[in-house]
């Protein structure tokens, strides 16, 4: 059984995690894609049908599968396969004992500000979108150049450039 933990986020966990996945690259973008599937996970763009316009992914813990929004832009499907990447490594024996506590990734909407699981995998998704020892030597560039250049929305990399 998974024990219950304290309500803290794990925010050194979570960057390690995903810097040790990343450590090899010398330049962005961050292959997301090849790095979940050599990780044991396929990675699948589907049409959510009637849930498209509410549902950006969700992970398949049973079937090691992270399913993606087709119909999102290609920097917001990053974003998904790195945070539900982010919940596969860092929390799939917690969901797989209790599927209950899982929330699918909301498309436009934040997921609960308070979970420490979203807490944890928006830190994983971050550190792994967006590696610091990449940003740090030029994140005095423009935050749409940076944006383009790592391959994540300005939002994203607005957020990233404030916490580095």
């Not at 590696?131 to 994540?152: M, S, T």
């Amino acid at each position: 059984m998974v024990e219950e933990r304290a309500a803290r986020p794990r925010w050194q966990l979570a960057a390690e995690t995903a810097n040790n996945l990343t450590g090899k690259l010398k330049s962005p973008p961050v292959p997301v894609y090849q790095i979940a599937e050599q990780s044991g996970v396929d990675v699948v763009f589907a049409d959510f049908g009637p849930h498209a316009a509410t549902v950006a992914g969700f992970c398949d813990f049973e079937n090691a599968k992270l399913y993606v929004n087709r119909d999102d832009r290609s920097e917001r499907q990053q974003f998904t396969i790195a945070h539900e990447l982010g919940h596969w490594l860092l929390h799939k024996e917690l969901f797989l004992t209790d599927p209950a506590r899982y929330p699918v990734l909301p498309r436009f909407a934040h997921p609960d500000r308070d979970n420490v699981y979203e807490k944890e995998a928006n830190c994983f998704a971050a550190n792994l979108l967006v590696p610091e020892r990449l940003l740090a030597p030029i994140k005095k560039a423009p935050v749409q150049d940076l944006a383009r250049a790592f391959g994540v929305s300005p939002t994203m990399m607005g957020y990233r450039i404030r916490n580095v």
